[in-house]
């Protein structure tokens, strides 16, 4: 069993040179932090980290990853700024197949449709209504997969845990 957590970043500055370049508030931060903490409190300890290039979601992993005690260095990925969900799953879909639990960061809508297309709908019904009702900034939606990375594909996963971090 393969567990995938898929995560909006977290709060991020209105203004920036560039929305690239635009960086958490340190409310985000701290919902970053508080995000982390909860995953790590479930047991989830990310193997591979596929994060967007962007400010805001480096930013949020390293602040995810300090909330959980995570040492690891990220995969960094430009292509997932700008990502459509099916260019997500085939990103996904590259993740070396020794990997068992893997947390991917990028910006909505992508990563609320990401995770509506992953779920299997068979997951505890609060948690559907929960993912269902919105996928705002620290969002995670966490679900248990069997199969390859390669073979992720629309209604494959359950959704065991959905969270949305307030530091």
Do not use: C
Not at 89 to 105: H, P, Y
């Amino acid at each position: 069993m393969r567990t995938i957590a898929v995560m909006r970043h977290a709060k991020a500055e209105q203004g920036g040179r560039t929305d690239f370049e635009r960086e958490l508030t340190d409310r985000g931060r701290a919902d970053a932090a508080e995000a982390g903490a909860w995953l790590a409190g479930r047991g989830f300890a990310p193997q591979h980290a596929l994060v967007s290039a962007a400010a805001r979601t480096r930013a949020t992993w390293e602040a995810l990853a300090a909330g959980g005690g995570w040492e690891l260095e990220p995969d960094y990925d430009r292509g997932l700024y700008v990502a459509e969900p099916a260019t997500a799953v085939d990103l996904i879909g590259l993740v070396d197949d020794d990997v068992r639990t893997l947390v991917v960061i990028g910006h909505n809508p992508t990563m609320a449709y990401l995770a509506q297309l992953l779920g299997d709908g068979e997951g505890d019904p609060e948690l559907e209504s929960q993912l269902l009702a919105g996928f705002p900034t620290s969002a995670t939606a966490v679900f248990e997969y069997d199969g390859a990375w390669s073979d992720l594909a629309e209604g494959s996963a359950r959704l065991v845990g959905y969270h949305v971090g307030r530091g």
